[in-house]
């Protein structure tokens, strides 16, 4: 094996050329894959947050009186199921939307276009059924309006991220068909270059296998080079665009960009060790013919 090794090693140097031009390829099909990654991790973290965010907005009639509003309060907080409650005034409801940033248009709406509400705080065991059953219970009261559970976002979401999942599958065959292509064509044309060399191997009676072996550790580095690269060029992009994400906009949605994690890191390195492995073996299958 250490003589395949070498021998690939010396292939590399030589062909050099070559092989920078087939990583390159290989980098560009993969920023494609790690970017339809990474969007669909994000979408998925995003879900889970807002699945799971145990919270719920009551949202009060303009004509509520104090002591309705004091009554649903105290009973809120009696309540098993709640772990927390905040009433919100209209001016609050008006600040919290407004941020830091301060944006214009909304600076511009009228004070009565922020409704006051309740912001209730729900236990982490409490299952969906029971939350379910308060929200009916609370809307069913005169001074409530209405109550938000974000449970249609999150579905919006899920059906948002079954879509990307599809779309990333779809594209990671593409990258996959790609992959193999550029490595076994680019295997090929290299055996094709030192043809003198394969053909010495074989007249000393060399097994297709002994001569094979170097091209698919070349095509080997070549994947798991390829798939590198991109990683750091979505890497770079990634903290680009995150330096310029709105912190107010991760403050609403509860939470900020992140960048794959450390397995998908390493997995995407080793498929594309393993695609290029398969595109040298693939390319050189029928040495005699080459």
Known sequence: MSGSIERAQRGLKAEWRL?????????????????????????????????????????????????????????LKATPEVRGVRYLSPAEARNGALGTAGDPTLKALPLEAFPASIEVDVNPGTSEAEVQAMVGKLGALPAVEGVETYGTWTERLGSLLHGGTLAAGALAA???????????????????????????????????????????????????????????????????????????????????????????????????AVLGAMGGALGLRRLTTV
């Open 174 to 272: 593409i990258v996959f068909g790609a992959v193999l292509a550029v490595v076994g064509s680019t295997m090929r044309l290299a055996l094709t270059r030192r043809r003198a060399e394969v053909e010495v191997m074989k007249l000393v009676g060399a097994s297709d296998a002994f001569v094979r072996t170097p091209y698919v550790l070349e095509g080997t580095f070549q994947g798991a080079l390829g798939a590198t690269v991109a990683l750091a060029i979505l890497g770079a992009l990634f903290s680009l665009v995150r330096s310029r994400f709105d912190a107010d906009l991760g403050g609403l949605l509860g939470l900020d960009p992140t960048f794959l994690p450390a397995v998908a890191v390493v997995g995407l390195i080793m498929v594309g």
């Open 19 to 75: 092989h920078a031009l087939s990583v390159v390829s290989l980098a560009v099909a993969f920023v494609c894959l790690g970017a339809a990654l990474l969007v669909v991790w994000n979408i998925h973290a995003l879900k889970e947050r807002w699945g799971h965010t145990g919270r719920a907005s009551v949202y009060l009639k303009d004509g509520a009186q104090p002591a309705q509003v004091e009554a649903l309060v105290s009973a």
